[in-house]
């Protein structure tokens, strides 16, 4: 399995709302990421996680919230978002080994509309 | 941080022609240089990838070349074909391990049959 999977591909959500978005992998990938891509843009980085545990935050409103249940999951929690935050997530995982720079998967994202 | 710049924006090719996109980064301490893919609506992929020890890779119609003094690398796509249209990005990492990738502005590349 050399997948990244998110969940669910499309959401459309209030600016009230709350809702979560969810991304799993089964290569033994002890780092994973959220992305957050603009239409014609590049993906900026959001979160990493290493090894279960946050290691960067770049600075991410607190609207927006990771978390990581175990080496398999990532999951990002939404809370009164607002419409400038409708993009497309990606989720992407790399193994993580000390020294060595290594590929990075992508999901093929969520994409979020915040209306 | 790491600043990576990318050219050209855009770029159209008669098929069978050479395609060539160039990036430029700031830190010298970055040691990864991936590129990636990305169709309409799709996921990035990872199409070759570059280490700072080495100076040149090639995978069939793909090769990436890397100047650790200029700070500077190059895709280099040959003999192109319509299913090689798409927007490609390339990228920097400073770190080892958890990749802290800061990617180009883009290039978007059109085939033309």
């Known amino acids: 399995d050399t997948e990244v999977t998110q969940t669910p591909k499309h959401l459309v959500m209030g600016m009230t709302n709350k809702k979560s978005l969810k991304c799993e992998q089964h290569m033994g990938h002890r780092a994973m990421y959220w992305y957050k891509q603009k239409a014609k843009k590049p993906p900026e980085l959001m979160f990493v996680y290493s090894y279960e545990k946050l290691s960067i935050n770049e600075s991410v409103p607190s609207r927006f919230s990771p978390e990581c249940p175990n080496s398999s999951l990532l999951n990002l929690h939404l809370h009164a978002l607002q419409p400038e935050d409708s993009a497309l997530y990606l989720c992407?995982?790399?193994?993580?080994?000390?020294?060595?720079?290594?590929?990075?998967?992508f999901g093929q994202g969520t994409r979020l509309t915040v209306v | 941080g790491e600043n990576v710049e990318q050219h050209p924006s855009t770029l159209s090719v008669q098929e069978g022609d050479s395609a060539v996109i160039k990036c430029t980064y700031s830190?010298?301490?970055?040691?990864?240089f991936p590129w990636y893919k990305q169709e309409l609506g799709k996921r990035p992929q990872l199409i070759i990838d570059?280490?700072?020890?080495?100076g040149e890779k090639k995978d069939q119609r793909i090769a990436v070349t890397l100047n650790k003094t200029a700070k500077h690398f190059s895709l280099h796509i040959t003999e192109t074909q319509p299913e090689d249209s798409a927007v490609y990005f390339c990228a920097a990492s400073i770190r080892a391990g958890a990749n802290n990738l800061f990617f180009g502005t883009g290039t978007r590349l059109t085939v033309i049959p």
């Open positions: 830190d010298s301490a970055s040691n990864y």
């Open positions: 570059i280490r700072s020890n080495v």
């Open positions: 992407a995982s790399s193994p993580d080994r000390q020294a060595l720079n290594t590929e990075a998967f």
